[in-house]
């Protein structure tokens, strides 16, 4: 079975103020990562929280 990763650099990138998403927990440091950069280049504040119970990622965009 082959699993399509979904690509989060283009998900964060489109994510507008206010609004939030989730990512599998699996893919934590990459989400992280991610937000990380594309706050310190582009000047956007992102804010992640782990779910343990549904097992996601949850990143806000809050600048």
Not at 5 to 27: D, H, M, N, Q
Request: proline share 3%.
């Amino acid at each position: 079975m082959i699993e399509e990763k979904v690509k989060i650099r283009p998900i964060l990138f489109a994510l507008e103020v206010g609004k939030s998403t989730s990512f599998p927990i699996v893919r934590l440091k990459s989400v992280r990562t991610q937000a990380s950069e594309l706050g310190a280049i582009h000047g956007r504040v992102y804010v992640t929280k782990m779910n343990r119970e549904t097992q996601t990622i949850d990143v806000t965009r809050t600048k």
